[in-house]
């Protein structure tokens, strides 16, 4: 079992950052590839950023690209979500999201290749 715990979220002003950051459980961290999801109000659950085990592979959505960066620290267990220059069209509840067996069924954008999520952490992006 994986527990994923995020932090970070909160209010902020359009153009302003913020960094989220995805604890996990176990002692395998180094196996899981990892990926950030969203929701806003009212949308389907979307992709936003995904990271291999090594963190040699990144992959984002367009719509962040150039803006928000994934990257991890292993020896932390703990996967990070910098995210500048925000919009208001950023505001959602975010989602880590952990993949055991990366090697052969992961897909980073796609949410059922998963196998373990976090609750969620909230942020609010102020015009």
């Known amino acids: 079992q994986v527990q994923l715990v995020e932090s970070g979220g909160g209010l902020v002003q359009a153009g302003g950052s913020l960094r989220l950051s995805c604890a996990a459980s176990?002692?395998?961290?180094?196996?899981?590839?990892m990926g950030w999801f969203r929701q806003a109000p009212g949308k389907e659950r979307e992709f936003v950023a995904a990271?291999?085990?090594?963190?040699?592979?990144?992959y984002y959505a367009d719509s962040v690209k150039g803006r928000f960066t994934i990257s991890r620290d292993n020896a932390k267990n703990t996967v990070y979500l910098q995210m500048n220059s925000l919009k208001p069209e950023d505001a959602a509840i975010y989602y880590c999201?952990?993949?055991?067996?990366?090697?052969?069924?992961?897909?980073?954008?796609?949410?059922?290749?998963?196998?373990?999520w976090g609750q969620g952490t909230e942020v609010t992006v102020s015009s």
């Open positions: 990271i291999s085990r090594s963190g040699g592979s990144t």
């Open positions: 176990g002692r395998t961290f180094s196996s899981y590839c």
């Open positions: 999201a952990a993949a055991l067996t990366c090697a052969y069924t992961w897909e980073p954008k796609i949410s059922s290749t998963y196998d373990y």
